[in-house]
């Protein structure tokens, strides 16, 4: 396989493209609302309109607007004459929302002049014009079941780049010159952790993928899996050559089997074209992926969890340093990325280090793509330069609480994070104002909350679900977050008095500064942002306690 | 049955198409996995899946087994199979229902969900009704959260649950249940 055959099976898959695409959203919000018998009666439709040679109907990846689903969308006219012009991409299709199998005929006799009553969306409302798609690219666009659908979008062209024309430390260089952070939350600079594990001595090196989306209210990593699977494969191998390891690992989660199905196919398409495996496009390298499936644990999410459970133990984190970039998997050198950081990769070798770091804040490059839900008009996924105001996000582009509730906060970051208030909506979405904010970037998970939600309550929940996934192994954590759920049990019972909340903060102090990894490190947190923006609820409590 | 037993002689036809010594055949499918995966203890998270999915549940001889054709300590392969929640030891009732405790789930109403059934149907997380027919879970989050609250029957997910439609489901379960019956 060189250059010439890539461009030529993208050409191919071009010149294959029918006038009309109709597509599909088969990812998982919209296949859980029935979106596989949508697209099986969208084939028949226009079977039964005998419009096959015009009309191509495809599954493809998240269209973002989950809330609305199943989504599909219809682009290009259906000509007379036979057609030679391909459809411009950038014209809006149009979108319908809520499909069911039932309403394809009429979707389909659209293009022959016919009326239709489904549901029709908006693609120039705010929720789309605010996005830069960079991960979520090809999402809703390719086919993520052919590779040929990817290579079509310019997908491996940069790997074939990167294998053929650039050293290992050219492309660390181009990545730590484009100021890409890790966004599986903690921000750290990607092109320094590259350079280190490439510094790294051993005569093996791993690569993971760390795609065990635990944070509950997340699910861009899903997305991104389901709708773009090679774009992640390419990454993980740009990556493996830049700090020299031979074999890729990607940890999903057992609850995303349409994910571990589409990664599966992806990595067989791809060995088969010889852009996985040995020799890879007729260079020297040679790279192997094998998918590890989780069995829920949130704590594997930890890199050294997640290490611990590839080599089918417990998954336990262990004290760092070593850092997993000296003493790994096994003892190696290895490199974990989250799958959001590799989905970033492909377009930065393609359009360079300077474009990236032109998008973002001074410290925060490139975009971020978030998960909007719970109590708000649109739900789905958004993908928004760093630095956009959490207003635009929520108000805007999420049409705030339905029903003209009012928005209290934000919660960000997953039980890691905190909850923002409304009052603090001016801020720019980026690693350090988060911080500020005693929240974090956090993988991406964005819950609106309204007027109706009890803090202390969503305290406790957080606090139930650190509780219920601490691994046991050290006792700040197995210990101190029972305590903690005890405590705020309390509270919200309205039977505590002033000392269980000094007690509270105590603890919370205790078991941020003493647990092992992450998870109880971060446990605290939901408790500390709260009770920094809403105190008022916890007294209110204890007072209303005290009465009794 | 040994180590040895599980790793059968290549050559020998009578013995893979034969049945397992167990007389069960699905250690059979079984062995065939741990054979895909060469033998490798690192591989035990994986053929503990395999095992769950052939078995339905990981009873102590299915444990065992696995841990006798790793050469692993039954300590080990036991410790892993509690660690993890997607193991389960105990059998699960012929259907699942299976309700998400996501955050956006929680603010849209699962907690309300799963205390209703309480209620009405005297079941908790965790159970199953007291005819078999319905095991009653809770995931941490399924990631369909713009559906929320989600719940997934018996594999399928839907959406925009409420505690009277996951009461219905539960009751048509064991409707059908009593009509075969």
Redesign the interface.
Known sequence: MDLAELLEIAKKERASEKPVQVRCCMA??C???NSEAVKKSLDAAVTDAGLEEQVQVTGVGCMRL??Q?PLVEVKGEVKQSSVDKPVAEETLGTLYEKVVPEDAPSIIGTLTGGETTVQKGDLAQPFFTYQMPIVLENSGKVDPERIQSYIAAKGYQGLYHVLREKTPADVIDTITRSGLRGRGGAGYPTGVKWATVAKAKGDRKFVICNAD???????MD??ILESDPHRVLEGMAIAAYAVGANQGYIYVR???PTAINRLQIAIRQAQRLGILGTQIFDSRFDFKVDI???????VCGEETALMA???????MPEPRPPYPAESGLWGYPTLINNVETYANISPIIRKGAEWFASIGTEKSKGTKVF?L???ITN??LIEVPMGTPLELIVETMGGGVPNGGIVKAV?TG?PSGGCIPASAFNSPVDYESLAQLGSMMGSG?M?V?DQT?NMVD?AR??ME?CMD?S?GKCIPCRVGTVQLHHLLTKISEGKASMTDLALLEELCETVKFTSLCGLGQSAPNPVFSTLRYFKEEYLALIKQGAKV | MNSASAAQPKNSKTASSAIHASGDKRFKMLDATIKRYQYQQDALIEILHKAQELFGYLETDVLIYVAQSLKLPPSRVYGVATFYHLFSLAPSGAHSCVICTGTACYVKGAQTILTELEKSDNIRAGETTPDGQVSLLTARCLGACGIAPAVVFDGAVLGNQTAETVHDWIHRCSAECTKEG
């Open positions: 998982a919000g296949l859980s609302a989950c809330c689903g989306e635990g944070d509950p209210g997340a699910f899903r997305s057992a609850e995303y590890r499936i989780g069995a829920g644990a949130y459970s590839i080599e089918g133990k417990r998954g998960a839900a719970g109590q739900t789905g919660q997953g998970g819950i909350m939600t969503v929940f957080f679900f996934e691994c």
